[in-house]
């Protein structure tokens, strides 16, 4: 047994050696364009800036209110809790709620409480809010930050942290925190145009965003964002990184080497004779064993592998049934928020993430995005590229998966800083809209006085 696990490192270490030895240097992305619907090519691209306002007519309320009242119910089941997938009790008490109380209006007015543009590149139709300072003189002292969703959230998520970022004397802050923020919708989700063409990547949008940027006159910005929002972040700082001024992440999945993951397998497999091989900050990660981890993480995949291979298929049945997207949708804020799993945000906040997915119509779209990604040759270059530009972490302890720290240092080579979050999921900015703020703050406040070292 000793004979045949030596002879297996050997090989995985002399192969992923080899693979570093003479591996090319890679291609830098390149900053190419695109045209992402049928109609033909204008000679002259229109770059207009649109007010826009969200406004769902009566007809699609009514419509919406008649289907939940038609919802067929699976059977009751005993214990069955999170466990097999959205709770049935929680469930009928969402739509019931969604049904009877939820107050749209209302919902719509908050959204349109902050200003909503829309513009097109690329042929589709962009959609994104930007908030300001009110105070004249904070304005000028705003430094631009970008701030990108991933799925199932939408530009809502970021409305709870806003107030923080531009406001920040009334929220315990000083005037050298002032933002300017812009919150687009990724094309596909939400009120941003869906492409009708096959392709549209990590890196078209970090493309499409770049150029959003630049239309809004941003020399040089920040970004922000966890999930999708990560790896457009990410990207956007290797296409886009002479205007990128640093990258800020509360989601990040990476290996600093090929043999990062050997060691955790093999200390998993063997924890007595391979236990050593884990450092102090793995440890702590795959606690009691990388299996154990893995077997959690791997239990809710399913999405993801269904997203990334047949999309279009659950599309259909969320796309008309609005029981059938909150119970979709619900379950994968119950699993990846932080605390009790019948404790998630408030219902008001995830009906209307929700009916946002079913008012556009873009569950189907949004889904198709994972499968995009898989399938892309330039979404796998570009998650493999090593990102010069300053980096921040934040880690919260709700979040699906964690990342040990000696894992994203050869990825992310110019870290400001680490921070392992109190409490918080991966919706952090809804969850913790405080905390995350501050990280921000705090990340962006030391890039301005050019501190470049780790601490």
């Known amino acids: 047994m000793l004979l045949a696990v030596a002879t297996f490192v050997s090989i995985v270490f002399g192969v992923w050696a080899m693979r570093v030895i003479f591996r090319k240097k890679r291609k830098p992305l390149e900053m190419s364009d695109g045209w992402w619907t049928s109609r033909d090519r204008p000679a ?152 009708e063409k096959q392709g549209l990547d990590i ?37 886009d990184k002479h205007h990128v001024r640093g990258i800020h ?33 793995e440890r702590k990660v795959f606690k009691p064993t990388f299996f154990d981890v893995m077997k959690k993480v791997l239990n809710g995949m399913g999405y993801f592998l269904l997203q990334s ?10 796309n008309d049934s609005p029981a059938g997207l909150a119970a979709y949708i619900a379950e994968k804020f119950s699993s990846w928020s932080d605390g009790d799993e019948d404790q998630l945000v408030p219902f008001d906040d995830l009906l209307t993430n929700i009916s946002i997915y079913w008012f556009t119509q873009t569950i189907g779209s949004s889904m198709r995005f994972y499968k995009e990604n898989l399938t892309s040759r330039q979404a796998r270059k570009a998650s493999r590229m090593s990102v010069e530009v300053p980096t921040a972490l934040a880690t919260f302890p709700g979040e699906f998966f964690h990342v040990p720290v000696t894992w994203v240092h050869g990825h992310f080579p110019n870290i400001v800083q680490i921070t392992e979050m109190p409490r918080g999921g991966h919706f952090a900015a809804m969850e913790e809209p405080e905390l995350l703020a501050k990280d921000v703050r705090k990340f962006c406040q030391k890039i301005k006085e050019g501190q470049s070292n780790f601490e």
Not at 118 to 143: F, M, S, W
Not at 258 to 270: D, E, I, N, P, T
Not at 309 to 318: E, G, M, R, V
Request: proline share 5%; charged share 20%.
């Open 203 to 239: 890196v078209v949008v970090a493309r499409i965003f770049g150029k959003l940027m630049a239309r809004l006159g941003f020399k040089s910005y920040f970004v922000q964002g966890g999930d999708w929002g990560s790896s457009v972040a990410t990207t956007m700082a290797n296409i």
């Open 249 to 281: 992440l509360n989601l990040y999945i990476t290996l600093d080497s090929r043999f990062a993951f050997v060691r955790a397998f093999l200390s998993g497999l063997f924890p007595r004779l391979f236990g050593w091989l884990l450092k102090d900050s």
């Open 44 to 195: 002259v691209e229109d770059d207009e800036i649109r007010p826009f306002a969200i406004s769902i007519q009566e007809e699609d309320l009514l419509d919406l209110k008649g289907r939940l009242s038609k919802t067929r119910w699976i059977a009751e089941f005993e214990d069955g809790r999170w466990s097999y997938g959205a709770n049935l009790d929680y469930m009928k008490n969402l739509i019931n709620y969604w049904q009877n109380e939820f107050d749209w209006h209302k919902q719509e007015s908050i959204l349109n409480q902050y200003d909503h543009f829309v513009t097109n590149i690329e042929g589709l139709d962009v959609h994104y809010i930007k908030v300001c300072p009110t105070d004249t003189n904070l304005r000028l002292k705003a430094k631009p930050l970008l701030m990108i969703h991933g799925w199932p959230g939408s530009f809502f998520e970021f409305y709870k942290i806003m107030p923080f970022l531009v406001d920040p004397l009334n929220h315990g802050g000083t005037e050298g925190d002032a933002f300017e923020v812009v919150c687009p919708s990724i094309p596909g989700y939400g009120f941003s145009q869906s492409a």
């Open 309 to 318: 291979t047949k999309p279009h298929t659950p599309a259909y049945a969320l």
